[in-house]
């Protein structure tokens, strides 16, 4: 009985976060796990963390040092960050699958990284959240494999 208590934690928090397969997918088309990169918006690390999302962690968290630069300070606000709007009032509505809500998540991420909604410019939000999306797929056909 303990043990089928444990498997349906273990579901239950797997339905309430982003993979990590899918994270590291997204460092790495972010940076090319490149700890040091910075982009001409000011992103910073191997996940491209903005200051609001390190700020918004350390008020969340309680948390009083994270440098981007960081790989592992990086993973965390970044596995944070993606499971928030996951779990986000605007993405996970009822009878929604979890892959829609992965595109979205994917999608609300770019959008506020970027712009790409409020600028008109779908195409590319629309490319990265399938992106992840065909991935996540073949990596689940793979696994059944």
């Known amino acids: 009985m303990e043990e089928m208590k444990l498997i349906q934690r273990m579901i239950e928090q ?18 090319t796990f490149n700890p040091d990169a910075v982009s001409s918006a000011g992103y ?9 999302v ?13 440098d981007p630069f960081d790989p592992e300070d990086a993973a965390k606000v970044q596995k944070w960050y993606m ?3 996951y779990n986000s009032s605007f993405v996970n509505k009822p009878n929604q699958s979890a892959v829609v809500r992965k595109a979205k998540a994917f999608g ?3 959008n ?10 779908n195409s590319e939000l629309v490319l990265y959240s399938i992106s992840f999306i065909l991935w996540d797929k ?8």
């Open 14 to 31: 797997r339905d309430n976060t982003i993979p990590q397969e899918m994270l590291v997918r997204q460092a790495f088309k972010e940076s």
């Open 44 to 52: 910073k690390g191997m996940s491209q963390l903005g200051d609001a």
């Open 54 to 66: 390190i700020s918004d962690y350390k008020n969340a968290t309680g948390a009083t040092e994270i």
């Open 83 to 85: 499971d928030n709007l």
């Open 108 to 110: 609300a991420y770019i």
């Open 112 to 121: 506020a990284n970027s712009g790409a909604l409020t600028n008109n410019n």
């Open 138 to 145: 073949l990596l689940m056909i793979s696994y059944l494999r």
